[in-house]
């Protein structure tokens, strides 16, 4: 089956040249103007990933997303920010509301394709077996299983939800707020320090003696599993 793609733009030749680019690569494409006809169309049939614009008519990109990220059924749809704000400020905000990735125009039509198909890889797994690998640490979904280094590890319901979190977008920081919607959802109120608490829990499974620590503190902003982490 085709990857069900949205492209929410209002310049129409901007448009026109995505879903001829789309259209060609294999991608099924739908299209909306403004944010409101954007919200619209994913209640009605939920793309694989969406394309989004940051200054749109009515509702802007920024806000679109914030809101999908509010529901429970469009917490996890994978959104590329597109717009033509390059400040690294911008690309944080943009990231920051829940955006996978951000793109500044101008761009090429291709530098975008290969964002998206990298996107949809870390959102889908593509193993047969439903596993997720980062170095030598592994975590096979089907069976509830996480191996590092040929060593079973033992994890919790918690620290198994935020290492698969964290194993499915590796390198990216998350902060604790952003860990505790994730794993926790945005309806059960938690401190943001518990995250700190189950972190340690974590790190202490599955770094063994003389192994490298896989999961990276970046102070005042977060954590991301990372191998560069005790560098």
Known sequence: MKPHLLIVEDEPALI??????????????TTAGDGEAALVAVA?????????????????GLEV?????RKADTRDLPIIM??????????VRGLEVGADDYVAKPFSPSELIARVRAVLRRAKPSSAHDMLTYGDLSMDLASHRVIRGGRSVHLGPTEFR????????P??????????????????????RTVDVHIRRLRKAINGEGEIDLIRTVRSAGYALDETADA
């Open 16 to 29: 026109e040249l995505l879903r001829y680019n789309f259209d060609k690569e294999g991608f099924r494409v």
């Open 44 to 60: 009605e049939g939920r793309p694989d990933l969406m394309i989004l614009d940051w200054m749109l008519p009515h509702i802007s």
């Open 65 to 69: 997303c914030r809101q999908l990220r």
């Open 82 to 91: 597109l717009t033509a704000r390059g400040e690294e400020s911008d690309r």
């Open 162 to 169: 935020l290492l698969r979190f964290l194993l499915e977008r």
């Open 171 to 192: 390198g990216r920081v998350y902060s604790r707020e952003q860990l505790l919607d994730a794993v926790w959802g945005r309806d059960i109120y938690v401190e943001p």
